[in-house]
């Protein structure tokens, strides 16, 4: 969306970037009147009244937005043209020592906030942490800040109108004004990724002319602040040039210009310089200082700083602790020591299961803490050499090594990050770079694991720095004064239980385990991290700021590894056997082979006990109960072997198991598992039914008493089966196994299944004649009978309806009877009044069938000559699938219409056929003045177009006519306003009808087609549903959409040809097993 969408537009002389607002694509509409806001803004007038100096900011920080050209006042009649408008609240913020104008843009108003509708986008640029450790590389540094950043890119004039708000100079009585921003505003969600894109696009241009400059862009920037270190002077000096120069190109001008060398920022105007630079360069004051994304930065003596942020509150509580300890920001982490120790008094505090803001009672914790918060003013006395080297140090062939230490206490654990530098004189010089720490779970650790996750921080802290750093690192080291540790970084993962073994895993995975050292805790500076120190500690030299003092000695005074090192065997993974044992039972029956349990059953017997001729009939009872024991065994055995182990030996079930609910027992007699359940004490209940065996769904032998409890119980619904099934087993999940045999069973589908009709297709061309006469595509159809009188005799008499299918005309007549030759001459008259159609579309009936054999057998026998001039206009009969009602549904619908409209006319009276007509064609006129498509109930709207309006070109009511002179009758005049009316009557259809057919008004969901000999059952609403035919799909008729809707089924050597909304697709079944029958209304 960036990519594509971001412009370059002049404003003021400048070409500056405009970017699209990040949106969802929901495709939703922001609608929020300024009356939505109105209400916020007074309480942003009163709060402004009682601090004048804030008011007075607020509005000059409008003033400024409106003079700049970020935002203008919009004319009124320009804000009501917009397809969206949403108004925002504004408010101002202190941060920082400046005041910011900020946009609520989570803004809540009928259930929408815009900032859930934009999306943050994605990481662009450097992380936080990168920029620091790289301002931090080389002895010259620079920092820079953009200007308003936000408010340098524009937005896309379709945008603008989802950023308004209302002001109006704190003048209450007066009527507010709508502003609109024309920039980026502080508040979107989107903002921060917009305005980094259109800066590193533009910098990434103009790569080719400034590749210093897109690099800085790349590595040096966080949002809208650089911080750059390099080599020497002059490349200092060339790069501040070339950035200002380029980025004011784009509209990005930099200011806060500051270093630590004079000389790079000394040229620059004092305006483009820092205040704090300014006074360094300018006065000579060296306690000047310079924000660093959150730190301090000291330019005269290249000192890195930490802020004091005194925090008041009126009672000391678990919230106000959380806000101090908050409030200390330390990105690189050298406070460790410090904030560890207080991180840890609010672990203790949480085991208390105190809430926010109980009060701190007198004891331990609130000493600890109080103590703790008393060393924060000695936070300012803290600094950090900005530099990993001295200045006087050349790095150009310098040797550096990462030295990474770990360590870890019952409480804390962490790693600390340090780069040592031999340089050509081989002077060694080491630097703290960072450190990462984490408090200790409550869910306590042995040693050694808190060891091995201090060993993992120390990793990923390693591969972290890597990453970030650009200089290049000869060496990385890693040290823990663990020795178990050490150990299992030299062992395979796989040896050691899951905690353990994922740990050293992912080691193994970042670092080289031989450059895993070993060393003792006084030379750990790790150690520090643990045991904690104070802030006064930390504005030392200590070994926690210096590192240890064996890292400036030569490698071969370090630690080296002991002689011995132990291992934890309680770590090790339990060995298991894992494989599978078979038991080879001869001619055991396979359960999987039988169709029915009494199958299988007789099987089992046989194979217990031999052939059943040979068998005791008094004994074939215990026979049959020892083989259905048997089974269950098996069943049980094979699905559940391990708690059948664990209830034998008296153990707690695993907590994963299956059948940990039901309590299960194991019944020693039968050898099989029963639900133990609660049930114990009922005295009226036979023992399968108060203990039922338990039984696994999946298995077969599980499937065929199921199938074997529905055969017996006439396939009847669900709940009834498991109802059976529960008096003597037991199934897992059992009602879903249940539904799951009767989707797969023939007869339950026989008389449960319903047919599966396919999403409703596209509407078919004739719908869709535009500028075409009416009745182009005709549907015709009758229906009736009713009685009308003749003479004294009580005569019946049909309707037939003409329905044209893309005006929705029709034309209604009556018929004698319901043979061919009153359909063709209703067909004649029908023609005579409304034109030949092209085609005519209709129902399977055989009056119609006649009436097309007649025609054609008719237009056959016509002379040569009168043929070829009637051949193209010749009618086309298109015949819907036997009972497919659905297939018409546009002339069924006008239809009940008429049928209605003939039962309030006539109230059920038998009338002269003359009246029956009249009536009739009165019913067609009504019918025929619907109109197509919304009514609108606005008077100045045009009038709705119905049918008559194109059959007649006017509506009922006669339209006023235009008044021609004798002359002009044939004239020009005349036929442009009749051309007029057609069009407009045309423009309104397409306009107005139209687009109401767009929706699906049913089966919306797609079905899977049927396919060639699939089992289906025919439909008949004439037969009850025993009688229903089944056959299979000889072939299927797929529509435009690919989707089958109509298709050809053989039953016992016949075919007929149905539409799916009456097939039933049936569960695969083999030819012999097909119930004989055959459909009785073909």
Not at 66 to 85: C, N, Q, T, Y
Not at 127 to 147: E, N, Y
Not at 319 to 334: E, F, T
Not at 896 to 905: C, T, W, Y
Request: with cysteine; charged share 25%; proline share 7%.
């Amino acid at each position: 969306m960036l990519e594509t969408s971001t412009q370059r537009v002049e404003v003021n002389g400048i070409r500056r970037y405009a970017t699209p607002l990040l949106r969802q694509r929901d495709e939703t509409k922001f609608h929020a009147p300024k009356e939505a806001v109105l209400p916020t803004l007074k309480g942003t007038e009163k709060r402004l009244d009682k601090y004048p100096q804030l008011a007075e900011k607020h509005n000059e920080l409008i003033t400024k937005l409106v003079d700049a050209g970020h935002v203008r006042i919009l004319p009124k009649d320009e804000a009501d043209k917009s397809e969206e408008s949403w108004f925002i609240p504004h408010h101002t913020v202190y941060h920082n020592g400046k005041y910011r104008l900020v946009f609520n843009c989570s803004f809540r108003y009928n259930n929408q906030i815009l900032n859930k509708h934009l999306l943050p986008g994605p990481t662009l640029g450097a992380s936080l942490i990168g920029v620091l450790l790289r301002f931090r590389q080389h002895a010259v540094a620079i920092s820079g800040d953009i200007k308003a950043m936000f408010h340098q890119v524009r937005l896309l004039p379709e945008d603008r109108c989802l950023f308004r708000c209302l002001w109006r100079n704190l003048q209450v009585d007066k009527e507010p004004d709508i502003y609109e921003l024309q920039v980026l505003p502080f508040g979107s969600t989107c903002s921060p990724c917009c305005a980094t894109y259109a800066l590193r696009k533009h910098a990434f241009d103009h790569e080719k002319d400034y590749p210093e400059v897109a690099k800085a862009v790349d590595k040096s920037f966080y949002v809208d602040n650089c911080l750059q270190s390099l080599p020497v002077e002059t490349d200092a000096k060339a790069l501040v040039r070339k950035m200002r120069n380029l980025l004011s190109d784009g509209g990005f001008e930099i200011r806060q210009w500051a270093s630590n060398v004079p000389a790079v920022v000394e040229d620059l105007p004092p305006d483009a310089r820092s205040d704090g630079c300014e006074l360094w360069l300018t006065f000579g004051e060296t306690n000047s200082t310079e924000g660093t994304l959150g730190m301090l930065w000291e330019c005269s003596s290249d000192a890195l700083l930490y802020r004091h942020r005194p925090i008041s509150y009126d009672c000391l509580n678990m919230r106000n602790m959380y806000k101090i300890l908050a409030s200390q920001y330390d990105p690189i982490g050298y406070l460790t020591p410090f904030t560890a120790r207080a991180r840890v008094i609010v672990q203790d505090l949480w085991k208390t299961k105190r809430n926010w803001d109980d009060p701190l009672e007198p004891g331990d914790i609130r000493d600890q803490w109080q103590a703790w918060e008393s060393e924060l003013p000695h936070l300012t006395g803290v600094k950090l050499n900005r530099c990993y080297t001295p200045p006087n140090v050349k790095t150009e062939a310098a040797h550096r090594q990462l030295h990474i230490f770990c360590d870890a206490s019952e409480r804390v654990y962490g790693a600390v990050a340090y780069i040592r530098t031999e340089d050509e004189d081989h002077n060694v010089h080491v630097s703290f770079i960072m450190a990462r720490s984490r408090v200790a779970p409550k869910r306590q650790l042995s040693m050694p694991r808190l060891e091995l996750s201090a060993a993992l921080a120390g990793a990923q802290l390693a591969d972290l720095v890597q990453k970030e750093l650009t200089l290049p690192l000869d060496e990385v080291i890693l040290w823990s004064d663990s020795t178990t540790v050490l150990t299992w970084l030299q062992s395979e993962s796989c040896r050691y239980k899951v905690f353990v073994g994922t740990r050293v895993a992912e080691i193994q995975t970042l670092t080289d385990v031989d450059k895993w050292r070993y060393v003792d805790t006084k030379n750990n500076p790790a150690d520090d991290l643990t045991r904690g120190k104070t802030l006064v500690d930390l504005s030392q030299a200590n070994r926690w700021r210096d590192g240890p003092s064996f890292l400036r000695s030569s490698p071969d005074t370090w630690p080296a590894h002991p002689s011995t090192q132990t291992e934890d065997p309680s770590e090790f993974k339990k060995s298991t056997f894992c494989g599978a044992v078979v038991v080879i039972q001869p001619n055991l029956p396979d359960p999987s082979e039988h169709d029915t349990w009494s199958d299988l059953v007789a099987a089992t017997m046989q194979h217990l006990h031999g052939a059943a001729e040979d068998a005791d009939p008094t004994k074939l009872v215990e026979q049959r109960i020892e083989a259905e024991m048997f089974l269950y065994q098996r069943a049980q055995q094979d699905s559940f072997p391990e708690e059948i182990a664990c209830i034998q030996a008296g153990k707690e079930l695993p907590r994963g198991s299956r059948l940990l609910q039901l309590a299960p027992e194991y019944d020693e007699s039968c050898g099989l598992i029963r639900v133990g359940g609660r049930l114990r004490h009922t005295q009226d209940l036979p023992k399968d039914t108060k203990h039922p065996i338990v039984m696994n769904p999946a298995h077969p032998i599980t499937k065929l008493i199921i199938r074997d409890y529905d055969e017996k119980l006439l396939h009847y619904g669900p709940e009834r089966i498991l109802a059976e099934i529960r008096r003597k087993f037991w199934i897992l999940r059992g009602r879903e196994a249940i539904r799951k045999h009767q989707r797969q069973c023939f007869e339950c589908q026989k008389w449960r299944a319903s047919p599966q009709v396919p999403k409703m297709g596209d509407l078919p061309p004739a719908r869709l004649r535009l500028f075409k006469p009416p009745f182009y595509s005709t549907g015709v159809d009758c229906f009736g009978p009713m009685t009308c009188k003749t003479g004294r005799r009580s005569e019946k008499r049909w309707e037939i309806i003409f329905k044209c299918m893309t005006t929705r005309a029709i034309h209604l007549d009556l018929l004698d009877s319901l043979d061919t030759d009153a359909f063709l001459m209703a067909f004649r008259r029908f023609i005579s009044r409304r034109g030949k159609p092209f085609e005519i579309l209709c129902d399977c009936g055989t009056n119609f069938k006649g009436g097309d054999n007649e025609l054609r057998d008719a237009f056959a026998a016509m002379d040569p000559i009168l043929q070829q001039e009637l051949a193209k206009h010749q009618v086309k009969f298109v015949f819907n699938p036997p009972k497919a009602p659905h297939f018409g549904g546009t002339w069924e619908r006008e239809i009940k219409s008429v049928k209605d409209g003939l039962r309030v006319a006539l109230n059920e009276q038998s009338v002269p056929e003359s009246v029956l007509r009249t009536v009739l064609i009165e019913v067609e006129g009504i019918l025929n003045s619907k109109p197509l498509g919304y009514v609108s109930s606005n008077v100045a709207d045009p009038d709705p177009v119905t049918p008559n309006l194109l059959l007649m070109g006017r509506h009922d009511a006669t339209l006023p006519q235009v008044v021609y002179p004798a002359r002009d009758l044939l004239g020009r005049r005349r036929w442009k306003h009749s051309q007029v009316l057609a069009d407009h009557f045309w423009s309104g259809f397409v306009k107005s009808y139209l687009p109401t057919l767009q929706e699906r008004q049913k089966w919306h969901t797609d079905r899977p087609n049927l396919t060639t000999n699939d089992v289906v059952m025919i439909v008949d609403p004439a037969l009850s549903r025993a009688q229903w035919p089944i056959g299979r799909v000889a072939e299927t008729f797929p529509g435009s959409d690919g989707r089958v809707r109509t298709a050809s089924v053989s039953v016992r050597g016949k075919t007929y040809t149905r539409p799916v909304a009456r097939l039933i697709r049936l569960p695969e079944v083999s030819d012999d097993n097909l119930p004989d029958g055959e459909p009785d209304n073909t």
